[in-house]
């Protein structure tokens, strides 16, 4: 999927875990924790805020918890096409 770092970087990543109330990603954050994130999911925009970083992955908590819909399709398609604009 493509993450959006604070609207200035946008970075493909691959979710590993995800729950209502945030994920993990392997990759690269382009931002430091406590800056923001955004991604889409099903047509809407998810804010969060990355809340770990390592060498190889990090994790984001989101603003909001996402609905069933969206937590069910994140579990389902782990890998979202990235040739398409998702937000």
């Known amino acids: 999927m493509i993450i959006s ?3 200035r970087a946008e970075s493909v990543v ?3 875990n ?4 945030g994920m993990k990603c392997a990759g690269r954050a382009e ?3 406590g800056e923001r994130v955004q991604f889409g999911i ?3 925009k998810v ?3 990355v809340v770990r970083q390592g060498a190889d992955d990090f994790a984001i908590s989101f603003l909001r ?5 969206q937590l069910h399709c994140l579990r389902q398609f782990r890998r979202l096409p990235v040739s398409e604009k998702q937000f």
């Open 47 to 49: 804010t969060g805020y």
């Open 5 to 7: 770092f604070g609207g």
């Open 14 to 16: 691959e979710v590993r």
């Open 18 to 21: 995800v729950s209502a109330s």
């Open 65 to 69: 918890p996402l609905t069933d819909a």
């Open 42 to 44: 099903m047509g809407q």
């Open 31 to 33: 931002a430091r924790p």
